[in-house]
Nanobody, 128 residues
Framework: QAQLVESGGGSVQTGGSLKLSCAAS????????VAWFRQAPGKERDFVAR???????NYADSVNGRFTISRDNAKNTLYLQMNNLKPEDTAVYYC??????????????????????WGQGTQVTVSS
């Protein structure tokens, strides 16, 4: 089971950028799908983006075109580049690994319960 540590969160103004990192140990991130989720206060944990073992990327509609997920296999690290940030992007961001699902479908990889390992989260705050 992977141990995940996120970093890179912070406070920015609308239109700003941040790059989140998720360093993994105990498991290889490239062996299955890994993802980013986010959770705003009082809301459920929502899917943001994922990258499959083959490098296929998928995004939530709300971030498509603004966020980019990537993976450095040599460093065993997952990234989320966030551009043109909006106040509604304010949340705690979590990386997830250890996919439980075998079917590579949106109904599978967008579910939080589809992943075994989670980081502790990093806060992103976007002010207007």
């Amino acid at each position: 089971q992977a141990q995940l540590v996120e970093s890179g969160g912070g406070s920015v103004q609308t239109g700003g950028s941040l790059k989140l990192s998720c360093a993994a140990s105990g498991s290889t991130l490239s062996s299955s799908s890994v993802a980013w989720f986010r959770q705003a206060p009082g809301k459920e944990r929502d899917f943001v983006a994922r990258i499959s073992w083959s490098g296929t990327t998928n995004y939530a509609d709300s971030v498509n075109g603004r966020f980019t997920i990537s993976r450095d296999n040599a460093k065993n690290t997952l990234y989320l580049q966030m551009n043109n940030l909006k106040p509604e992007d304010t949340a705690v961001y979590y990386c997830a690994a250890g996919a439980r699902f075998s079917a590579d479908t949106a109904s599978a990889y967008t579910r939080a319960d589809g992943y075994i390992s989670w980081g502790q989260g990093t806060q992103v705050t976007v002010s207007s």
